[in-house]
Every structure is written in structure tokens, then in C-alpha cells.
């Protein structure tokens, strides 16, 4: 009987493959029983592994949806939940800390939503369950600040039919779409007019001011569950929305996995058993992607700094969905609008990130970092650098009671400033003396990421004129 490895393998008559998963007989060309069920364990395991990092974006919205509602009392359909404090944003995956959020996921299954959104600095928009924008609004929205009436129709139905003068309609690809906004305005009666104005209801009916739930100051977590919990998140998603065509030979997969549109989740002992594993591993192949993105190139040259988003708005191109981009954003953070894809001078937002020092080493916990940042950061709005946990994505839990604990920016007005305007930031283990203000603190073993946010960049950042050197190690 011959003999081979398995790239020699010939799969012909009688011969021994050496393979991953033990070796395979060949008999006359068949294999055994035993043989069949190794190879249908693995078949199912990879494409538990695959599944993991196409599924992400839908699972991750899903399990939001529902730790939100559950943690601020949702109930309404005009529910908004208004994430201020430190703690209610440390729920939101790479939530930024510098302007508040309200939030709201709907169900266009009950019929068309409409909205009248009020003018001002707003940015936000409508987002699908695979957290695609379906439409911006506010400043990078076709209401360009002004304000408007906006029409969200769902999959199965016809935007024509909804089309009138003055109306900004909009086709969701999913039936549940998040509706959120960011008030850039930091004039307390422009919130409260915000409170006021905002009005929505279903096509037909009456629109109603919506209820803001706010203050509650909870500890929560929208962070993608893991384990079993994240399929059987992943099977509710799917329930009631389309299929759509990219995504049939996915739902394919998983049929033997126990997950189908239309018939309950009960995994058996061995489907539980590929599902774990395979959770375990699809995480791992995300979180490699996230830190070692293998299909783009730092941003700035001789640096670390990777501009954070890879893709296009529809996430796909005319011959391939993009994948990998798709998972290293999504397994990182949440959402996207067209004001963050594809922000432009003086509008939207710019999201760098990096994982490395100067010298190309991965940061930890246990050491203290140097970030430079030069005078006059090219924006119209602000800029701000945000520590992020590895573990959860969230914004780092290090014992601070504020924002400024994790945050710090230029709308923070007592960092200590260089002579020639420029002012260095400090994460890690120990606070330099003298730049306590200056300081982020991380602990034990809980490693780190950060955002720099650039909000309406200016041309300095687009010719690349302006710049950030690494983080330089200055402890450890």
C-alpha cells in the first residue's frame, strides 16, 4: 500500500494519506466508516470556522439589539436610549466618548418608518442588519444639516410607491435597521431641541415625539456573544429577514451545523461540540485579520497607523464580497455610514488605529507608551485619542469614573501642552510625572487598542502632510 502526505496524494486505489486529522485508508479508492465521520467533523468544523467570520456584522447588530433594549428598558417603538456616561458607553463596541449617542433599532416588518429629523450638527443615519448604511443623515446626509422627512421601506417592498416631493426615501436590504445619531452640537438647548422635533411613526400614520431614555447609567454590553450563545444569536437573525442571493451558499453551510431559516436550533451533542470549536477558532482567524490586516498597507509611510476602514458601502464589489475587510471592521467595531467610508474635507469622520509601537511590537498592558501629536490637527470639528480593550472592543474598564479616563482630545482643556503647541499622550501601566492629565491607564493583563478620531477632517489629512508618528515606549 502506498504511502503519501496528503499534498502527494494520489486518491487512487490503495494508499495511506497522512492527513490533519489522522490518517485516511484508502481501499480500492473507499475509506471506512471511521474515515467518513472524521472528514464530516472537519468539513463541518471549517466551515463552522467560515461562517464565524461571514456572519459576524449580523450577529454582532443582533446581539445588540437585544443587551440594549434589555439593559435600558426598551419598550416603545419610538424608544430612543441616550448613551451619555462613560458607563452606557462602555457598552458600545469602539463607542466614541466624545459626543453622545441615541440609539434605536426597529423592524420594517411592521410597515415603512418615517422620520422627521430635525436640521442642525447631527451626524447619523439608518443602518441594516449586516450594518451596511442605507442612508446618512445630518451633515453627510441628503438633508445636508437642514433637516428633512426621510422614508426607510423594507426589503420586500417598493420605495416608488413612497415617493413624493420633499421626502428622502430609502430601501433597507434587512427588515431590522438601526436608527442612531451622533449631536455634534455641544449647546444644551439644541439637545433639547433635538428632543422635540424628532418625530416618527409608520407610513400612514401619526407621527409621534419620541420617548429618550437617558440617565440610566448602567453597565451593559454589546461586545458579540461567544460560545453556543453566538450561533443561537445568529439563528434568530436570520429568522425574519430575506435570504439574500450573495448569502444563499452560506446558509448552505450551516445546514448541517443545526442553523436553518425556518426550523428550530437544537444542536446535537456533536454539532454542539464543531459549533464550539468552531466559534473559538473563527475568533481567533478575526482577531489575526483585525490586528495583522494582510490586504492593506499602513496609511501613513514608516508607521503602524492603518486608516480603519478597507471597504466599500455595499461591502462588496461586482466580483467578490469583501470578506476579510468586512470581519476586520466588524469583529473590531459597529456600524458604518458614508460620512465614515468615505468622509470628505470638512465632512464625515476619519477612524485610524494601530496595535504597535515604533519598533513593531505589540502593545501590553504592563508598559508605558508615548503618542505624539503634533499642533493644529487638520479638523473643523475635533480630534481624540480612545483606549480600547482587546478582550471586548469596548472602551477600556480601568477603574476611571470619566470619559477623560479613556478619552482625551482637544475638547479636554487641561492637558499639558509642549511650547511649540504640540502635546504628547501617555497609556500604560504608570503615569510620567508631570503628565498625569496627559495619562491613560491600563491594567493587569487586559490588552489595548486606540482610535485616533478625526472629526470633518481637513485637506492636511487627505494629502497626507499631516501625520502621526508610532507610539514610542518609554517604560517597560
Known sequence: MRKNPLE????????????????????HGYFDDDASRRLFDEM???????AYLWSHPIVSMTGWRRRQGEAHGVKGATDFVVLNTLKEKRGIVTGNLSTPYILQFTSLKDGPLVVEYPGGMTAGGFIDLWQRPVADTGLTGPDGGKGGTYVVVGPEDDPKAYEKPGAFVFQSATNVILFGLRILDPDPAYYALVKSSLKMGRHGGPLATCRFIENRDVEWSATAPRGLEYWQVLWEAIQDEPVRPVDKAWMAMLLPLGIEKGKPFRPDARQASILLRGAAMGELMARNLQVNPRFAEPFWKDTHWYKCFDFTIPQETETRVELDERVTWFYEAVTSSKGMVNPEVGKGQVYMTTKRDSKGNLFRADRTYRLHVPKDVPVAQFWALTLYSENTRRPYDNGGADARSVNLGNKV???????????????????????????????????????????APLQPFFDKTFSLADFELVEG
Open 413 to 455: 482643556k487641561d492637558l499639558k501642552a509642549n511650547a511649540d503647541g504640540s502635546v504628547d499622550l501617555f497609556i500604560g501601566a504608570k503615569a510620567p510625572p508631570g503628565f498625569e492629565k496627559n495619562f491613560m491607564k491600563t491594567v493587569g493583563e487586559d490588552g489595548w487598542f486606540v482610535y485616533f478620531r478625526l472629526y
Open 44 to 50: 463541518d468544523f471549517q466551515r463552522a470556522c467560515q
Open 8 to 27: 502527494a496524494a494520489t486518491l487512487h486505489g490503495d494508499e495511506l494519506i497522512h492527513t490533519p486529522i489522522g490518517d485516511i485508508e484508502l481501499r
